[in-house]
């Protein structure tokens, strides 16, 4: 794309203006994972591995979160609303678990609710030579997935996704 994504402007608000304000409506803590934006109020915290990507951003997140769950929420799902965050959390019931939606046969790992219990496995694959998200989820005992419609997924990759 040539820019950050979070600092696109989507219905008057940054990427990472809105994905921080969807997920404040859920959790009282929000921190912004990787990347070298921040606002004010809010934790910045570096990914575990520099260029480890979204596992290592979950990494990360799993030791701000103390051994609590993580609610995930990747800045270029503008569609996303604190709804959908809201069924993940609630559907989130087990430690081993993660809950992450799709629309049809496409997973969306970045939006999603992981269980404490995933910590570990999470540390394990990020050691690994696969680090993708996809894989990660193969690994995750409980695996609860949420069908949305499409434009609910909705990825911004594109300065003319903007204007779509």
């Not at 990347?35 to 701000?64: I, K, N, T, Y």
């Amino acid at each position: 794309m040539g820019r950050d994504k979070a600092t696109l402007v989507f219905d008057g608000e940054t990427l990472l203006e809105r994905a921080v304000r969807t997920v404040h409506a859920v959790a009282d803590d929000v921190v912004i994972l990787g990347g070298e934006l921040a606002l004010p109020g809010v934790v910045r915290v570096r990914d575990a591995v520099e260029g480890g990507g979204p596992l290592a951003g979950l990494v990360s997140a799993f030791h701000v979160a103390g051994g609590g769950p993580v609610l995930l929420l990747a800045v270029d799902l503008p569609n996303v609303g604190s709804e959908l965050l809201e069924r993940c959390a609630e559907a989130l019931v087990r430690p081993d678990q993660a809950v992450i939606v799709r629309h049809e046969s496409t997973l969306q790992p970045l939006c999603g609710a992981y269980g404490p219990g995933l910590d570990d496995l999470a540390h394990d694959r990020l050691a690994s030579d696969d680090r993708s998200m996809r894989t990660f989820l193969e690994w995750v005992p409980l695996l609860t997935i949420i069908d949305v419609p499409a434009d609910t997924l909705r990825n911004l990759n594109t300065p003319g996704d903007l204007s779509m």
